[in-house]
Structure formats: C-alpha cells, structure tokens
C-alpha cells in the first residue's frame, strides 16, 4: 500500500493567512492526488483532485500543486470557514490511502 | 442534485453484523462505483472497499477480506455494507462515497453520504 504523510499534524492560524499543507507519498503517484475538508460531525468534502484541479463550486483561494510524491495544498487567504481538518489522498493504485489529518485551528 | 443518503444510527453488540444502506439519487446509479470509507472517533479515514454499481464487482481492503460485503440494489438505486463478527475497534462512522471516476476502483470521492454512526458495546 502507498503511504501517504501529512505535514504538519496541525498549525494555528489567523483570518487572512496563507496556509500551506504538505502531502508525501511513499512512492510516486502521478499527481493522483485529492484534497478534502472535513468540519465536525460532516462528511469530508472534495474540493481539488489530479492535485491541481479545482472542484466545481471550491472557492479559488485553495489551490494545489506539486509531482512525484510531494505536493501541496495552499489556502491563499484563510477565511473563517476554512477552519477545519484537511486530508489528503492518494488513487494512484489500490486500496486508495489518506493522509493522516491536519487540522487548522483558529489562532 | 446528486445525493447519497445513509441509513440511521446502531448500536451492535461484540460479534454481531451490521447493514448499513446508501441511496443514491440525482445521477445514473450504475455509471458509478461506490465506495466505503470509516472513520473512527478522532481519527482519520480508512477506505474499506469498492463496489461496481454497473456489473457488482468488488474489491475490498486485505484487513476486512472475509468480514464485509458490499452489494447493490440497481432498481433502488441503494448500495449496502454488511460487515460481520464486530468488535469495538469497528465502532466508527461509515461513509459511502461515489467515485468520481466512474466505474474504476482507483479514484477519489466527489459526493459523500452524510455517514452512519456504528457502535459496538457489550
């Protein structure tokens, strides 16, 4: 199975930063690569996939890049409602894995 | 709208089955795989397996083998997770989840159900 590693576990920042978050890979994975937000108590949602695109209706302020086995997540400009944990995950080869979590917390 | 709804909260007792239903709604059913992804409390996600809404195939994670079933219902529209012999560590929020790749067990998860909460206690 491919190992995905998240980074950091969690960060605290203020309304207005730009955030980064970090995903590896054990192996290279093509840019197969999904972003997700979950709130509490609410069911993950998708907002980038194939690493760098956009899910219809995702505000631009989140975008992803990277290749290989290291890529991306940035939130350009932290709004309230982006408090919340971030997982990342691979489908480059089955079983689909996830990231372990991080979670923005309000600074 | 695509929408996938989950059937209501269990609680199950240790070495019990439980059978937790997804209807799917607002696509074509059988153009999409489906997914099962658990998350234990406070902790992250874990996919258990994929279903073909199209020919029934499936392909589950090498920990549950022999534990899960996954099956479809094509007139309803309704995709199931039975999963056998529960113990504690079960106890989690189950999710379905369409692939949005369509019929490849590879892929992400545009649409999710809104999760069923599985607790197993004696």
């Known amino acids: 199975d491919i190992q995905m590693t998240q980074s950091p576990s969690s960060l605290s920042a203020s309304v207005g930063d730009r955030v980064t978050i970090t995903c590896r890979a054990s192996?290279?994975?093509?840019?197969?690569l999904a972003w997700y937000q979950q709130k509490p108590g609410k069911a993950p949602k998708l907002l980038l996939y194939?690493?760098?695109r956009l899910e219809s209706g995702v505000p631009s302020r989140f975008s992803g890049s990277g290749s290989g086995t290291d890529y991306t997540l940035t939130i350009s400009s932290l709004q309230p409602e982006d408090f919340a944990t971030y997982y990342c995950?691979?489908?480059?080869?089955?079983?689909?894995?996830f990231g372990q979590g991080t979670k923005v917390e309000i600074k | 709208q695509v929408q996938l709804v989950q059937s209501g909260a269990e609680v199950k007792k240790p070495g019990a089955s439980v059978k937790v239903s997804c209807k799917a709604s607002?696509?074509?059913?059988?153009?999409?795989?489906i997914s099962w992804v658990r998350q234990a409390p406070g902790q992250g996600l874990e996919w258990m397996g994929w279903?073909?809404?199209?020919?029934?195939?499936?392909n589950y994670a090498q920990k549950l083998q022999g534990r899960v079933t996954m099956t479809t219902d094509t007139s309803t529209s309704t995709a199931y997770m039975e999963l056998r012999s529960l113990r504690s560590d079960d106890t989690a929020v189950y999710y379905c989840?369409?692939?949005?790749?369509?019929?490849?067990?590879?892929?992400?998860?545009?649409?999710w159900g809104q999760g069923t909460l599985v607790t197993v206690s004696s």
């Open positions: 989840a369409r692939a949005a790749r369509g019929r490849t067990t590879v892929t992400h998860f545009d649409y």
């Open positions: 607002g696509y074509t059913f059988t153009s999409y795989g």
């Open positions: 279903i073909s809404a199209y020919n029934g195939n499936t």
């Open positions: 192996q290279g994975i093509s840019n197969s």
């Open positions: 194939a690493a760098s």
């Open positions: 995950q691979q489908y480059y080869s089955t079983p689909p894995t």
